[in-house]
């Protein structure tokens, strides 16, 4: 079972049904460069019946973070990313997410949700990113 736990938000769980998570430099390097990106990418699906209000909400207000300017105080936010797998679980802590996208659309009668999140540039290091 994945989850997600956005502070102040929202925490998401048997509605996710993909995470990727994503450590990258540019493709045109030609060596290991300092600037390093780390990128999250949840999707998932709600039945939009009156049974999961609470995922409606928070998915809501996930879509109002998205639309917060660089300059608000809640632009970043602590997120961690649980994934589930026969293994056993990886988790992903992130100190200062901010989003890079979130959609929501009907497919098949069924709402489904994609939120790519991106750590802060300066804040890419071990200290502020934890894999567990």
């Given at each position: 079972?994945?989850?997600?736990?956005?502070?102040?938000?929202?925490?998401?769980g048997?509605?996710?049904?993909?995470?990727?998570?994503?450590?990258f430099i540019?493709?045109?390097?030609?060596?290991?460069?300092?600037?390093?990106?780390?990128?999250?990418?949840?999707?998932?699906?709600v039945?939009?019946?009156?049974?999961?209000?609470?995922?409606?909400?928070?998915?809501?207000?996930?879509?109002?973070?998205?639309?917060?300017?660089?300059?608000?105080?809640?632009t970043?936010?602590?997120?961690?990313?649980?994934?589930?797998?026969a293994g056993?679980?990886?988790?992903?802590?992130i100190?200062?997410?901010?989003?890079?996208?979130?959609?929501?659309?009907l497919e098949?009668e069924?709402?489904?949700?994609?939120?790519?999140?991106?750590?802060k540039?300066d804040?890419?290091?071990?200290?502020?990113i934890?894999?567990?």
């Amino acid at each position: 079972m994945h989850s997600l736990a956005i502070a102040d938000i929202a925490v998401l769980g048997k509605e996710i049904d993909y995470l990727e998570f994503d450590s990258f430099i540019d493709k045109d390097s030609r060596a290991r460069a300092a600037d390093i990106g780390a990128t999250l990418i949840v999707k998932g699906r709600v039945s939009l019946d009156a049974d999961n209000a609470d995922v409606l909400a928070a998915l809501k207000e996930i879509a109002a973070w998205s639309l917060t300017k660089p300059s608000d105080e809640n632009t970043y936010k602590s997120v961690t990313a649980t994934f589930g797998h026969a293994g056993g679980t990886r988790n992903y802590e992130i100190s200062k997410a901010f989003v890079i996208s979130f959609k929501e659309w009907l497919e098949n009668e069924e709402g489904r949700f994609e939120l790519v999140l991106r750590q802060k540039k300066d804040y890419v290091d071990a200290d502020n990113i934890t894999i567990s």
